[in-house]
């Protein structure tokens, strides 16, 4: 019998993760409530999804009532469980507090591929997925990107393995999973609306590195000064990638090296990771930036070490053609190259792509919704980088503030306005690229919608 079947779950957040979380436990027996702050009218998608499925619903607001009611409450990755007073009244009483994640990896039948960091996990997450792919090894690709894991759950687990991209948000309740590989992007600032300080964001990610155990691969950043650190913490086997090569850091860690680097003279990753070198040229490789080399290095660390053979990795090499929203080609128009990069919402993403690009002065689109960040980081790059600088939403005087004196600014009252601007004062050769480094819910639902508004009106030009 489910030990679920006739138990009392609160699910709190009726957004993707809390629809899957509750067609789970309703398929075993679970007696299940959403509870959410938004009103009925605001989540018409989400109950479209539930369509008659049997769940009692608490919209508008939570009752403390619901909380101490419930014998189980499963809390979405958007709600800050340390602040919400009423959950931690429920766990005071020693109700069980848990996730979407935390559900689904106690069901999981198959090794679980978890990965995290500040940016690269969505594109690294379906680059890892295609190699399985191209290999014949159905694997789950989802998470915190696309379908919850619990979906696949309750599909019945059809494929080998689960690649699964994982916030630090769902992160932060979790304690019960044990990766077969944990992979880590980079750290950099972000989300310290939620957090705070850097210190707690970093905790939070660090939690998918105390959940490995000695049979664990965690693939790590050595270029990443976070991430070298995490190396004396980790009990699993370590296997780094990073843009240098080995030789020229020196040292033991030349001399035992096990993991993957970027040859520039060859234009080729190198890994070692099966005992004998392996050569993967690059020439197929579409995606430009040293980011994605770093991500394609983590994802073929990753590939190889769970079985995936040579030619399916050099195969998803010369095919991957990227997400959309990630450094995105628009269009030329008149001379002028237009990228959508709406996905960059911290500092860091939007170095990644100024410093990808390697020639032609950008005209760069930045703002957007403030998540406390401190955008004077940027300031080299867009000196060196970007001929005119157009600001735009709430954070626009924030901005200016940091940047104002690094390019010509100027700041817009609306986006349409934003895309015009910066047509209108290109030249020939240029790039106009839109990488806000602010989240977009200042004047869009999310990333997406803003991206693809941004690619409506580049093609009204
Ligand atoms: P995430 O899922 O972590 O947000 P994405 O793959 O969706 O990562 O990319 C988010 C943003 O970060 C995009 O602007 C992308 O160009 C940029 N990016 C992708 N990979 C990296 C990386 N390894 N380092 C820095 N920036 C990156």
Partial sequence: MSKYKGKKILI????????????????????VMITDTKQRTELAEPLKELGDLKVEFEFGGHTERSFLGAELIIVSPGINVQNH?????????????????????????QPLIGITGTNGKSTLTVLLGEMFKNDSKPAFVGGN???PLIDYITQGQPGQVAVCELSSYQLELTDKMVPAVAVFTNIDQDHLD?????????????????V????????????DQVLRGFANECSGKLIWFTMKDPMTIGGEFAEKFFGAYYDEKKNAIIAKVTGK????????????????KQNLMAALCSARVMGVG???????????????????????????????????????????SLSAFKRSPIILIAGGKDKNMDFAPLGPLVQSKVKLLILVGEAKEKINRALGDFAETYLVGTFEEAVLMSFQKSRNGDIILLSPGCSSQDMFRDFEERGDYFKKLVHQL
């Fill in 12 to 31: 709190v957040g009726c957004g993707n993760s809390g629809v899957a979380a509750a067609k789970f436990l309703v398929k075993h027996g679970g007696r």
């Fill in 85 to 109: 007073q009423m959950i931690q009244l429920a766990k005071s009483k020693g109700t069980p507090v848990t996730s979407e994640i935390e559900l689904a990896v106690g069901e999981l039948e």
């Fill in 145 to 147: 990107l696309g379908t």
């Fill in 194 to 210: 939620r957090y705070g300080t850097m210190e707690n964001y970093i905790a939070a990610k660090k939690r998918l590195l105390k």
């Fill in 212 to 223: 490995c155990d000695r049979n664990s691969w965690v693939v790590l950043n050595y270029d």
């Fill in 277 to 292: 070198e392996e050569v993967y040229p690059l020439e197929q490789f579409k995606l430009f930036g040293e980011h994605n």
């Fill in 310 to 352: 040579q030619q399916a990795i050099q195969n998803t090499i010369g095919q991957f053609k990227g997400l959309p929203h990630r450094l995105e080609f628009v269009r030329k128009k008149d001379g002028v190259y237009f990228f959508n990069d709406s996905k960059a919402t911290n500092i860091q993403s939007v170095q990644a």
